[in-house]
């Protein structure tokens, strides 16, 4: 994933502004706009964005598994 625009990237796959983002990350919403527009943004923004993304995509899977779960439980019983 390229780093600078990380944060375009997860607002697109969360279907999120950046403020949005911003806040999630624990940011100033105009911070993190200055940061995308100059293509800074920080070692640890980055890192947190991952987070975000990789936490999301934990929370989707493991609402399949419970689907599954719950599937199967009905058909055995």
């Known amino acids: 994933m390229n780093n600078e ?4 990237i997860a607002c697109k ?3 999120i502004t950046q403020k949005e983002l911003a806040q ?3 940011m100033n919403p105009d911070s993190l ?4 527009n100059k293509n800074k943004i920080s070692k640890m923004t980055q890192n947190s ?4 993304l990789e936490n999301e995509s934990l929370k989707n899977e493991l ?3 419970e689907a ?10």
């Open 5 to 8: 625009n990380i944060a375009k």
């Open 13 to 15: 796959k969360l279907s």
């Open 24 to 26: 999630r990350i624990g």
């Open 33 to 36: 706009n200055n940061a995308i």
């Open 49 to 52: 964005i991952r987070l975000i």
């Open 63 to 65: 609402k399949k598994y």
């Open 68 to 77: 599954f779960k719950s599937t199967l439980r009905e058909t055995l019983l």
